[in-house]
């Protein structure tokens, strides 16, 4: 009686087996597809971003080849300059144009998808909105990574080489850049500076006028004028100066071929005022905002810069997430057209919030950190919002 008893026993066993086995072979299978969708989702959003942003690089190369191809207007000007010149002015519009390239990338991408039903096949094996973002999302990792070394490594030797080219500098950082009609003011202690131009790198400074004032700004006790400062062996020295020392009584005025300089300014900070707020790195924001900071000059153009320098390379990531529910919520519902048109729509909209609130903090409406945050906060919101209807 036990031997059939036991032989049912096994059967059962061998049976549960096979339904493990088969349950594993099973999963093995949802495993590899679901490895290979992510290769899939990678490459293409990859490969599409990229041919995205070389069009409009191409594009942008050629418009500046037009616009520029008169030349400044003095000194010698040959195709071979204008081209060396747009060129070096390439990784400055890639650094702009990497979110948006993003943002069309990932709508072409998914548009194809949706086109031929791989993104219905998807959601039917129960991928998430997501779970789709997943792969993109890595490629909007490698853009902001892009972004950052452009940033750092590459622009802020590429545009000082294009301006000096421009100016027909014989060597990039070469010649003084004028601060223009206004000057460059810079206060430190009980000194309030102006500088006419910046030259060699910063350690050469021209038409200086610089007032000691009392305590509190209330009053001037002297105002001393230099056609030059130079920076030797750390230290700073003023040559060709008058020194107009002003009493209740009189002005008395001293006049020396050259005197000695006591200020912390550092060439490199100075160097960083020659060129727009984009040629600097990230570090040396940070130090002309926290210098800027201490005195009595509030600049937020270079704390605005600053923190745009640190939150715009993620802009492509909220592109990202803008773009997958846009066209996951109805996946045949208009054309590849339609949907880039609406990226160009986003990405402009996008632009133009990012230059409206900078303006208003440069003139002190709003804080730099707000004027960079706000617009990529409104457009994640948008993100969290078409995530949560789709």
Do not use: C
């Not at 300059?81 to 390439?90: M, W």
């Not at 910063?202 to 004028?225: S, Y």
């Not at 000695?260 to 900070?269: A, F, H």
């Amino acid at each position: 009686m036990g031997a059939p008893a036991d032989f049912g026993g096994g059967h059962v066993h061998l049976s549960q087996a096979q339904s493990r086995s088969a349950d594993f072979t099973r999963l093995a299978g949802v495993a590899r597809v679901m490895k290979r969708a992510d290769r899939l989702l990678f490459r293409g959003m990859l490969l599409y971003s990229s041919l995205v942003l070389i069009m409009l690089l191409a594009l942008v190369y050629i418009a500046q080849l037009v616009a520029k191809s008169s030349g400044p207007g003095h000194g010698v000007w040959s195709m071979t300059r204008l081209l060396s010149y747009t060129a070096l002015q390439l990784p400055d519009v890639a650094y702009d144009l990497i979110p948006l390239a993003l943002l069309l990338g990932a709508l072409v991408w998914m548009s194809i998808l949706s086109g031929h039903s791989e993104v219905i096949a998807l959601r039917m094996l129960g991928w998430s909105v997501w779970r789709l973002e997943q792969p993109l999302l890595l490629v909007g990792v490698l853009g902001a990574g892009l972004m950052f070394a452009l940033g750092e490594w590459v622009i802020p030797v590429t545009s000082p080489a294009a301006e000096a080219m421009w100016a027909n500098a014989d060597e990039p950082g070469a010649g003084f850049h004028n601060m223009g009609t206004q000057g460059l003011w810079l206060r430190y202690g009980a000194q309030i500076i102006q500088i006419g131009a910046v030259g060699d790198g910063g350690k050469i400074l021209q038409n200086l006028h610089i007032a000691w004032v009392h305590q509190g700004m209330v009053g001037v006790d002297a105002m001393t004028t230099a056609s030059a400062a130079a920076f030797k062996a750390g230290h700073w020295s003023l040559r060709n100066v008058q020194i107009f020392a002003i009493t209740p009584d009189q002005i008395r005025v001293t006049r020396v071929a050259e005197m000695p300089w006591s200020v912390p300014l550092l060439p490199d900070t100075l160097r960083s005022f020659a060129h727009p707020t984009r040629t600097m790195t990230l570090l040396t924001l940070w130090q002309s905002y926290r210098d800027l900071q201490s005195g009595a000059l509030n600049m937020n153009r270079v704390a605005l810069a600053f923190w745009r320098r640190v939150s715009y390379p993620w802009v492509g990531l909220v592109m990202i997430l803008l773009a997958v529910p846009f066209v996951t919520r109805n996946p045949r519902g208009g054309g590849l057209a339609a949907r880039i048109m609406a990226g160009l729509v986003l990405g402009l909209g996008f632009h133009f919030l990012t230059e409206m609130s900078g303006y208003i903090s440069v003139s002190g409406g709003i804080p730099p950190l707000a004027a960079t945050v706000l617009p990529i906060a409104f457009f994640a919101a948008v993100a969290g919002l078409l995530h949560r209807f789709t």
